[in-house]
């Protein structure tokens, strides 16, 4: 979490509540993040332009390269039109990540009828960048579909959210910014970030907070479904419990489904787990599927 942080905190150079699109950060800033980050961005590749099976789209151009949707969509005959749709984010410290990270679970949510997008946005890796202009991304690419939902067969009413630890925070940020009245139907998270506040320094507070979901208003959270360990060394399981616990008092919907002794990333695993009677991956992505269902059928969620 300190590395989440830092990244965060000391690359913004934040003065105010507002979009980082352009580096703000100054050059002792910058001087200090090399310290901080840590890890080697040796091995990041471009991330490709397009997917097989997907309509790939632009939807933002905020520095040297196109960032894309890449829009995979069931049969003409499979599902009702519009449909629902879920939207996902790569996870990666905001620094590294690839965009075929949920490839097998959006090819899930095809073959149940809905339209599932994989969306790119910046990392520090490849494009300098920090965590605050990967939220920005990560708002517009959820406005660009809601505004362009009926060109591709979607109903910007039946929208979830999802991502894993950093995509996970910038999908539930992004829904929590959103204005009233354009907040998605639902979220699916992997072990997001939601308290950047707590472990950082003192004077850096302030500004953790104004990006931490767990200091924002969570008073029209959408229903909000986490998967999470118990035993995760990058985001504290307390941290989870106390964000959900702050949304249900505030009335919101907000459920987590705790893995015993599970580290984080601990979904992608499709190894048998003889307590759950299938692997993390297929347990997780049966409970995304019935958040999903409820979502486009209008119905309560249970």
Same mark, same amino acid.
């Given at each position: 979490?300190?590395?989440? +942080? @830092?990244?965060?905190?000391?690359?913004?150079?934040?003065? @105010?509540?507002?979009?980082?699109?352009?580096?703000?950060?100054?050059?002792?800033?910058?001087?200090?993040?090399?310290?901080?980050?840590?890890?080697?961005?040796?091995?990041?590749?471009?991330?490709?332009?397009?997917?097989?099976?997907?309509?790939?789209?632009?939807?933002?151009?905020?520095?040297?390269?196109?960032?894309?949707?890449?829009?995979?969509?069931?049969?003409?005959?499979?599902?009702?039109?519009?449909?629902?749709?879920?939207?996902?984010?790569?996870?990666?410290?905001?620094? +590294?990540?690839?965009?075929?990270?949920?490839?097998?679970?959006? *090819?899930?949510?095809?073959?149940?009828?809905?339209?599932?997008?994989?969306?790119?946005?910046?990392?520090?890796?490849?494009? #300098?960048?920090?965590?605050?202009?990967?939220?920005?991304?990560?708002?517009?690419?959820?406005?660009?579909?809601?505004?362009?939902? @009926?060109?591709? #067969?979607? *109903?910007?009413?039946?929208?979830?959210?999802?991502?894993?630890?950093?995509?996970?925070?910038?999908?539930?940020?992004?829904?929590?910014?959103?204005?009233?009245?354009?907040?998605?139907?639902?979220?699916?998270?992997?072990?997001?970030?939601? !308290?950047?506040?707590?472990?950082?320094?003192?004077?850096?507070?302030?500004?953790?907070?104004?990006?931490?979901?767990?200091?924002? *208003?969570? #008073?029209?959270?959408?229903?909000?479904?986490?998967?999470?360990?118990?035993? *995760?060394?990058?985001?504290?399981?307390?941290?989870?419990?106390?964000?959900?616990?702050?949304?249900?008092?505030?009335?919101?919907?907000?459920?987590?489904?705790?893995?015993? #002794?599970?580290?984080?990333?601990?979904?992608?695993?499709? !190894?048998?787990?003889?307590?759950?009677?299938?692997?993390?991956?297929?347990?997780?992505?049966?409970?995304?599927?019935?958040?999903?269902?409820?979502?486009?059928? @209008?119905?309560?969620?249970?």
């Amino acid at each position: 979490m300190v590395a989440f +942080v @830092g990244l965060l905190l000391l690359i913004t150079g934040l003065a @105010g509540c507002r979009r980082a699109d352009d580096n703000v950060a100054t050059p002792q800033q910058q001087a200090a993040v090399a310290g901080v980050l840590g890890g080697s961005c040796e091995g990041v590749r471009p991330q490709p332009e397009q997917l097989e099976g997907a309509i790939s789209v632009t939807y933002a151009h905020p520095g040297n390269r196109d960032l894309q949707l890449h829009i995979f969509q069931p049969t003409e005959a499979a599902g009702p039109s519009p449909r629902p749709a879920i939207l996902f984010f790569f996870g990666g410290s905001w620094r +590294v990540g690839e965009i075929t990270a949920f490839q097998e679970q959006a *090819d899930a949510f095809v073959a149940a009828g809905f339209a599932a997008i994989l969306a790119d946005y910046r990392v520090k890796c490849r494009d #300098g960048s920090n965590a605050l202009q990967s939220l920005n991304d990560a708002e517009d690419a959820y406005e660009w579909l809601r505004h362009h939902a @009926g060109t591709y #067969g979607i *109903d910007p009413k039946k929208l979830i959210l999802a991502g894993g630890s950093a995509g996970g925070h910038l999908a539930l940020a992004a829904a929590l910014k959103a204005d009233e009245g354009e907040k998605p139907a639902a979220l699916v998270l992997f072990n997001p970030v939601v !308290d950047l506040a707590t472990p950082a320094p003192f004077y850096l507070k302030p500004l953790a907070w104004w990006i931490s979901p767990i200091a924002m *208003d969570v #008073g029209a959270l959408p229903p909000t479904l986490i998967f999470h360990g118990t035993a *995760d060394s990058k985001v504290p399981i307390a941290s989870i419990r106390h964000f959900c616990a702050n949304a249900q008092a505030e009335g919101r919907t907000c459920r987590v489904m705790e893995y015993e #002794g599970a580290d984080h990333s601990f979904y992608t695993s499709h !190894d048998p787990d003889p307590r759950l009677g299938t692997s993390p991956y297929a347990h997780t992505l049966a409970a995304a599927l019935t958040l999903g269902r409820a979502v486009a059928q @209008g119905s309560h969620w249970p």
